[in-house]
């Protein structure tokens, strides 16, 4: 079953070289506190807890293919017939739709398991970011089979090695590396009962086929993680400026690059901090916030404090990284304050608040 797995890896790395996934090498090991452990469906002998190095070198071999085969099903890049079968009923990933926009940036892998019927699973929580610089922290299972071909999967297998090494395909190859390719054919033959004569045809590639492995997933599920402090980035922009171009403003994480560039330091704010004078306050939280915990906002002299004034309390849309935009003006505080503010910014747990970000105004 070892020599199985390998071939399998050997399988996705030529899926992976020849554009069919692309595949992210940037894997390092995170502190991330991992989700409440659930049951899984499927009873497996447990194994030690294994951690991703930053290359993902030293993952074992039904592992690796675990974690590259959860990314396919993430990125919409299975199945791959004949080798990786994959039922849609079999899946159940929570908001899917943007899925394929970020790429995995961190890994744990929390549970390794297997069956003495082949059946392997993983369970792995990942961190992955979009191009804008958001995150989407998951809890992944995979549950999946490695089999032998059937007649006709290794069928289409020897017609897939018979176009990749065609003469055509092999005419390319390097000279220097020629005889190099010789040697291994003729190795494969030595060990698999072939004439030894180094020459690939489809004796060969019948032989190479025979020796290829499916895999069957049976289960993928993903489910979104909270993270206690979401990360946010936070700016304040004079009103006057929001009033007179509302649509260059608020649009959400679209609009991040407008409200950065407008962004007021607290020297800018000190030369506006006029009576009357209004400031918009947006808070872009680059990791999703669960639904069910209300967002404010609170202004205060003092880091982490609610003791000022509190905007409404905003609820973040499932599935959607929330932007929260609030209104202030000057004379809402005295002159003492605004030698010193903070903008803090609250997530409510049951009955209480909690501060996830602070902001110096002034």
Known sequence: MKKSIVNLIVVISCLLVSGCLEKNADLAVTPVPPPPVQETEITFQEKAITFLDKAGTDLEPELQVGVELAQMVK???VPVEPYINLNPSDLDLEHPATLDLFSLQNMVILEVAASPDNIFAHRMLTESRDTIGRFDIRDDRIAYLVRDPEPEEAAMMKEDILTVLSKKNRSKIPLKHKKDFRNIVRAFQDANGLKPDGLFGKNTATAMASQMSV?????????????????????????????????????????????QMNALGPEGFANLAKKGQSFGAFVFFLDRVDPHRPITIGLSEYKKRSDGPMGEKWHSVPGKWPVVVETFRVNQFPKTTLANLYLNVFIHDDKKARCVATHQIQ
């Open 75 to 77: 990125h919409n890049l």
């Open 215 to 259: 895999v069957d997933i049976k289960a993928v599920t993903s489910k979104i993680v909270y993270p206690k402090q979401p990360r946010t980035r936070i700016f304040l922009v004079p009103q006057a400026l929001l009033n007179s171009e509302p649509e260059k403003f608020y649009r959400g994480f679209a609009s991040l690059e407008a409200v």
